[in-house]
């Protein structure tokens, strides 16, 4: 419906109308769409078929102040468009002015409760440390937003319909008019998606209970069960120790076993090399090697050892990690917790780093 002629609008916006008196379910996200999307005058359409489309809309509006903004927006234009209908008349002008007033004021009540004012915050620092501080600070936070965006964006109609969800419904579950109930339509399910922190990985990593077609930076091999694991190798055909290299007695199809392999780098912004470029350690596999390398298991959890420090006022702030709430559709489930002091409490050079440097006093 890009280049409507008048009479394909003509047409569309009587088949709108009807939409209307019926009471459908789809015609709020179908109107307001089509009135987003077309300049209404130059489609030619007359100012009563404007002023009528408007008002309908306006009327299917749900009763719920968030909407209150768009509602507002079109009863201005239907109030300046009504002085060119013949419907002209003191009394429908004087309504749409009273009509304006009690949603703006509406609209004022929601904005205040929604954001009071409250007393100043006592901002407290939160200061990171990473080996690839562009990348994870930077790079990797656009890359998450995009990723999230993109997977649960709605489509303008579902968009829309998110305005007109308080009338009277039919069982219509094959219209793809009315469907509107999307994740990406939950503003606290989103905000827990795109405005987190995220730590991600400039590569890709393959888990498995299989030995075959592992991604080509490298293999680490665990025995995980709940309440016990062990890091392995695989040499000549056997899984030995990681740690001495003892060949145990484990069958490759052993139900316990995990295989972790990682890919060379795939985020064309990632610049960083650990350790010397060589034939046997070039850029794109330096970084995925030394993060499977640090790997470590705990029961049936893998441990991805970032170097990624958070330094924080433990007395006063918190900080929630969690899993990527998407996991599940993998196959898989992420750790979470609460952090409320340095998960390396057992360690003495943990709590001796901490005051190596001014700022970190307090931390």
């Known amino acids: ?3 409507m002629n008048l009479n394909e609008a003509r ?32 489609l030619g359409l007359l100012p009563e078929e404007q002023f009528n489309l408007l008002m309908a809309i306006i009327q299917a509006f749900a009763p719920e102040p968030k909407r209150y903004t768009q509602k507002l927006e079109l009863l201005k234009r239907a109030k300046e468009l009504q002085s060119r209908t013949s419907y002209s008349n003191p009394e429908l002008t004087r309504q749409l002015d009273y009509d304006i007033r009690k949603t703006q004021a509406e609209l004022n009540i929601y904005d205040e409760a929604m954001r009071p004012a409250g007393q100043p915050l006592d901002k407290q620092l939160l200061i990171v440390q990473s080996d690839v501080p562009d990348y994870i600070l930077d790079i990797a936070q656009k890359r998450a937003g995009t990723y999230y965006q993109k997977k649960y964006h709605l489509t303008k109609e579902a968009k829309a319909g998110q305005h007109f969800s308080g009338g ?15 994740p990406g339509a939950c503003g606290p399910f989103m905000n827990s998606r795109a405005n987190a922190f995220h730590l991600m990985l400039p590569f890709d990593l393959k888990i498995t209970r299989k030995p075959e077609d592992p991604l080509e930076a490298g293999v680490r ?14 040499d000549m055909d056997k899984l030995v120790s990681y740690n001495d290299g003892q060949v145990l007695p484990l ?22 090399q650990i350790g010397d470029p060589s034939p046997e350690n070039p850029p794109e596999f330096s970084y995925p090697r030394a993060i499977i390398e640090r790997m470590g298991s705990l029961g049936t959890f893998l441990q991805m050892v970032s ?57």
């Open 251 to 272: 069958d490759l199809d052993d139900p316990n076993l995990i295989f972790v392999s990682a890919s060379r780098v795939k985020e064309p912004e990632f610049k960083y």
């Open 307 to 363: 170097n990624f420090k958070v330094w924080f006022d433990a007395s006063r702030v918190s900080v929630l990690i969690q899993g990527a709430p998407d996991l599940h559709e993998y196959g898989l489930q992420g750790g979470s917790g609460l952090m409320t002091r340095t998960h390396a409490s057992d360690k003495i050079p943990a709590y001796a780093e901490s005051s190596k440097e001014p700022w970190q006093e307090g931390l």
């Open 11 to 42: 047409s569309y916006l009587n088949y709108l109308l009807t939409l209307s008196i019926r009471r459908e379910e789809a015609f709020g996200a179908l109107a307001f769409t089509f009135i987003k999307e077309h300049d209404m005058e130059a």
């Open 221 to 234: 091999v665990f025995y995980a069960k709940e309440g016990y694991s062990f890091p392995l190798a695989y």
């Open 168 to 182: 009277a419904r039919k069982f219509e579950p094959d219209n793809e008019d009315v469907h509107r109930e999307f």
């Open 1 to 3: 419906m890009a280049d």
